[in-house]
């Protein structure tokens, strides 16, 4: 049996440098009983454990091995399916519509959702030029669903300009999004 302690650790036994260890052998004592210190390096014990170890037939990977309930990786989320071919018509309602139905479909993506780049560019794209053409019409301006509508671009906006394309959006932002989303369809339904 051996007994492993740190240097210096066994009957004030001082170690000749940081990386010995004290090793005491039941074989090493002498006939009265007592065990008599060994100096090892920290290298030629971890050498001898493992050489141990794979005598007894266990490798690095068994804890890997043992393990009951393994992690799978969750298949690839399928492709969502985008337009790119956004132009605005002239119709606050109808492209009202459309950038909500952009928006929401990219703060719904999740990580490493194919395409996801390109559709959040297409859909900030988008976003940009809606904001840009009704932005000044005073008869939409001043409309409910354009300023939640605006305050939701906002914050979409904000998220990929701070975090990038692929980045998706988090829960916390997307439950507000989505519950800003719902008050917008709310308002153009009523005319607002």
Same mark, same amino acid.
């Given at each position: 049996?051996?007994?492993?302690?740190?240097?210096?650790?066994?009957?004030?036994?001082?170690?000749?440098?940081?990386?010995?260890?004290?090793?005491?052998?039941?074989?090493?004592?002498?006939?009265?009983?007592?065990?008599?210190?060994? $100096?090892?390096?920290?290298?030629?014990?971890?050498?001898?454990?493992?050489? $141990?170890?794979?005598?007894?037939?266990?490798?690095?990977?068994?804890?890997?091995?043992?393990?009951?309930?393994?992690?799978?990786?969750?298949?690839?989320?399928?492709?969502?399916?985008?337009?790119?071919?956004?132009?605005?018509?002239?119709?606050?309602?109808?492209?009202?519509?459309?950038? $909500?139905?952009?928006?929401?479909?990219?703060?719904?993506?999740?990580?490493?959702?194919?395409?996801?780049?390109?559709?959040?560019?297409?859909?900030?794209?988008?976003?940009?030029?809606?904001?840009?053409?009704?932005?000044?019409?005073?008869?939409?301006?001043?409309?409910?669903?354009?300023?939640?509508?605006?305050?939701?671009?906002?914050? $979409?906006?904000?998220?990929?300009?701070?975090?990038?394309?692929?980045?998706?959006?988090?829960?916390?932002?997307?439950?507000?999004?989505?519950?800003?989303?719902?008050?917008?369809?709310?308002?153009?339904?009523?005319?607002?």
């Amino acid at each position: 049996m051996a007994f492993v302690g740190a240097a210096g650790a066994q009957r004030g036994q001082a170690a000749r440098s940081r990386n010995e260890v004290v090793i005491c052998r039941a074989e090493d004592a002498p006939s009265g009983g007592a065990q008599t210190p060994v $100096l090892r390096t920290r290298r030629e014990v971890l050498s001898a454990a493992a050489a $141990l170890l794979a005598a007894a037939g266990v490798s690095a990977a068994a804890p890997a091995a043992f393990a009951q309930d393994a992690a799978v990786a969750p298949p690839p989320p399928p492709p969502v399916e985008y337009k790119f071919d956004f132009r605005l018509t002239g119709d606050y309602k109808a492209d009202a519509t459309a950038v $909500l139905g952009n928006m929401r479909s990219v703060t719904g993506m999740a990580r490493g959702t194919p395409g996801m780049a390109d559709n959040v560019a297409g859909t900030r794209k988008s976003m940009n030029e809606f904001v840009a053409q009704y932005r000044r019409n005073g008869k939409v301006s001043g409309s409910v669903s354009f300023s939640t509508l605006y305050t939701a671009i906002n914050t $979409l906006s904000g998220h990929f300009q701070s975090y990038g394309n692929s980045y998706p959006v988090p829960e916390k932002r997307r439950k507000r999004l989505n519950a800003q989303y719902v008050e917008i369809e709310k308002a153009l339904a009523r005319g607002r």
